[in-house]
């Protein structure tokens, strides 16, 4: 039969969710056109090249699950992943399943419109190119849309810049110059102590101080693979309906139920062990301000105990917002690289940068003279890159506008008005508070088998049901309200972009719990989902 668009999917990204996506769509048999705007495939991991790059998450849990054989076949080099070898992972997947020669590279999507007549999405690249597409998938990333602060005086400056998350291919050779770091988030704490080692000068501006623990990152030993190779498929399993995607040990017990000595034997051994784990030290450390308190106390304890500068150590100290709720940082040797002689951190909690001049950065009146400024300043997450496109669904309804109090999705996968547009880990589902890769494989699964039974039964159009939908939202908020996840100036919260409306984006029920209600609603004939019929079905009956 005569098809009445040009390709039944486009997907925007080829990151771990656009190459998912691409294998599952051609195995199914829908035709597909994906478009990056990088060169290559690995999204985040194609970005963020800076030095001491690193995912939070273990190796062997941040990984495809889909496949026994690949996840059997590859090795990883350690524990905790340096970008490059997960960028050489995104390209090993991609060329197993021969994916790239379906991937057009350099090619930004602009815009997307719904067209009512045709019930497909029609779709517009930076080339000039219109495509006539059934479904619309974004697959952009939580954390791809850099932002740059609106400093006074940005282009005064001179002196190279450089963004965390847009970084050079080419190798930055930095020895002998005086650097200046922005910016304390994951990105500044995995690059500073990097840094530090070929700089002749470091300087770090920082506005809050992080919580961070050490991941105490070791070299894959063949014991510790095959524990989880022996078992990968019942493994898999359990992270799918874990707290957050992967397997971490959580103490279920509350903080205040120990006496104080057995939380600081807990604490320490957690803290030897090291990585994110420190949070599961105790159940209620994200929902309990008395409990938490224990938790960050001690890692300030931790952070006075290495750095020996004393007033250093109090500036690195967090004290304006409870553990864990901005996104814990993992390091390698960040505190201990101001004991170097050549880093010096800036206080700018209180006197914030006035501008950048030719020469630097002036605080307090006082000129700070930079070779090279890094701006580790984060991105504008969640719906920065959703916005990218100028998505238009029904009636012309601007995907912008229609958010313009905060994402409003069912399941964080659609949103009402916006008919066969789906959002992989989009704000509303676990995403950026879980496993993100195991987060993809359950999205893209979901995506994959609403289009197969559509296909089944002659529809063409779905959409939530605005009910649905409203009920989802407040939902959303009310699970984060439980914590104390709004306390904090986070980018979950939207709180590091001016302007962005304030509320907690990612799903916080917990990924199991979240895995469960999407089969309840997919068993219960796709409640809270509106369907239609394609024309071909209607003419055939
Ligand atoms: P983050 O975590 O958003 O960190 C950005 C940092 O930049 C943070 O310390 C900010 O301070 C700082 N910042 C932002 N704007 C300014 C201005 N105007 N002046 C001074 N300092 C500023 O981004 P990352 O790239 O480190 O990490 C993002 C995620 O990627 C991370 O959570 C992992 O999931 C991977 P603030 O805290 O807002 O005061």
């Not at 990056?36 to 062997?60: F, H, M």
Request: glycine share 8%.
């Amino acid at each position: 039969m005569m098809k009445n668009v040009d390709v039944d999917v486009v997907v925007v990204g080829a990151g771990f969710s656009g190459l998912y996506l691409l294998y599952r769509l051609r195995e199914a048999g829908f035709s597909t056109r994906v478009f990056e705007r990088g060169g290559d495939v690995g999204g985040t991991w194609y970005w963020n090249r800076y030095p001491g790059a690193r995912c939070d998450v273990e190796s062997l849990q941040y990984s495809y699950s889909f496949d026994e054989q690949l996840q059997q076949d590859w090795h990883w080099p350690e524990k905790f992943s340096a970008q490059p070898d997960i960028l050489a992972y995104a390209n090993h997947v991609a060329d197993r399943f021969n994916l790239k020669k379906d991937i057009e590279f350099n090619i930004e999507v602009k815009a997307s419109r719904f067209d009512e007549n045709l019930k497909a999405w029609k779709i517009t690249t930076n080339t000039g190119e219109e495509i006539d597409a059934q479904y619309f998938i974004m697959a952009t990333g939580c954390i791809s849309t850099t932002q740059i602060p609106n400093i006074k005086g940005l282009s005064d400056y001179v002196g190279n810049t450089f963004h965390t998350g847009d970084w050079p291919h080419e190798e930055v050779d930095f020895s002998g110059q005086s650097i200046a770091v922005i910016g304390t988030g994951s990105s500044g704490i995995q690059s500073i102590p990097v840094l530090a080692k070929q700089a002749k000068k470091l300087t770090v501006f920082q506005r809050t101080p992080n919580y961070s623990i050490p991941s105490q990152n070791e070299p894959m030993t063949k014991k510790y693979e095959r524990s989880w190779k022996d078992v990968y498929s019942e493994r898999r399993k359990e992270m799918r309906y874990s707290a957050h995607g992967s397997l971490k040990d959580l103490n279920d017990v509350p903080a205040l139920s120990v006496d104080e000595d057995q939380r600081q034997e807990l604490y320490t051994k957690r803290w030897a062990i090291g990585g994110t784990g420190f949070l599961g030290s105790f159940n209620d450390l994200l929902t309990n301000a008395d409990a938490n308190y224990t938790a960050a106390e001690y890692v300030r304890q931790q952070i006075k105990r290495v750095v020996k500068d004393k007033e250093t150590a109090e500036i690195l100290c967090p004290r304006s917002y409870p553990i864990g709720t901005k996104r814990i940082c993992i390091d390698t040797g960040y505190f201990e690289t101001y004991n170097r002689e050549n880093v010096k951190l800036v206080d700018i909690s209180k006197k914030p940068i006035q501008r950048l001049v030719a020469d630097g950065i002036i605080v307090d009146d006082q000129l700070y003279a930079f070779d090279s400024i890094i701006f580790a300043t984060g991105f504008d997450a969640m719906t920065g890159s959703i916005f990218n496109v100028d998505i238009k669904g029904r009636g012309g309804l601007a995907l912008k506008e229609k958010w313009n109090a905060g994402p409003k999705t069912y399941l964080g996968l659609m949103s009402a008005s916006f008919p066969n547009l789906f959002m992989i880990t989009g704000p509303g589902s676990p995403s950026v508070k879980s496993n993100m890769i195991m987060s993809i494989e359950q999205h893209v699964d979901l995506v994959i088998e609403t289009l197969l039974s559509m296909r089944r039964k002659g529809l063409s159009v779905v959409e939530p049901e605005l009910e649905a939908e409203n009920k989802w939202v407040d939902h959303v908020q009310e699970v984060a309200n439980k914590t104390l996840f709004p306390q904090a100036n986070s980018w979950y919260m939207g709180a590091n972009i001016p302007g962005k409306p304030r509320l907690f984006m990612p799903y916080i029920g917990g990924v199991g719990a979240y895995r469960e209600i999407c089969e309840e609603i997919v068993a219960n004939n796709y409640r809270g989902f509106k369907f239609e019929k394609s024309k071909q079905a209607i003419a055939a009956e």
